[in-house]
């Protein structure tokens, strides 16, 4: 499989190693994830399009969290929270490269939620180490959320999301 178009890609056994198993609850930061169950080679994540994106949030959701990274550079755009009751918010949702050289000062107030030490290069290993990042927005604690509209437009490189999940 190829995650950034060059034939790079998660390791399943690495992302196993530090707690990510796919179609199972991956927790950070007090907000419940669940990684996507996807067969080898096929795509376990949203590759950010303007894809709107039902959520039922945990009762009394006060934020909004994603698992995801970027490939080929730092990325960013804006995204938009619609509530039940019609009214929409817009903030800017974006991740530090996959493969950043230092995690000492990361963008867009990204946290580390896994680290790998090697990735799949091909039928190979490359050491290199890679992450997933958690980031998260605030909800309005007086409305019910519905969907998160993912941002058409960046600026960067490629935006990847492999889950959203809500926190209280």
Known sequence: SSFD???????????NGAGIVPGEPFAENDIA???PS???GSP????????ILP?????????LGFLGSSTNGSTSGTATL??????????????ADWAVSSIASLPFQDTVAATMSYRNH???????????FMTEVALDPTKTLQSVTLPSTLTGGQLH????????
């Not at 999301?161 to 209280?168: D, H, K, R």
Request: charged share 0%.
């Open 38 to 40: 996807a067969a080898s």
């Open 33 to 35: 994830f669940t990684w």
């Open 82 to 95: 619609t509530y039940t009751d019609g009214t929409t918010t817009t903030f800017p949702l974006g991740f």
């Open 44 to 51: 376990n994540n949203y590759q950010i399009n303007g894809q």
């Open 122 to 132: 091909g039928s190979t290993q490359q050491t290199l180490t890679v992450y997933v």
């Open 161 to 168: 999301i492999f889950a959203v999940g809500t926190g209280s």
């Open 55 to 63: 959520v039922t949030p945990v009762a009394s959701a006060t934020s």
């Open 5 to 15: 178009a060059i034939h790079n890609s998660y390791s399943a056994q690495a992302l």
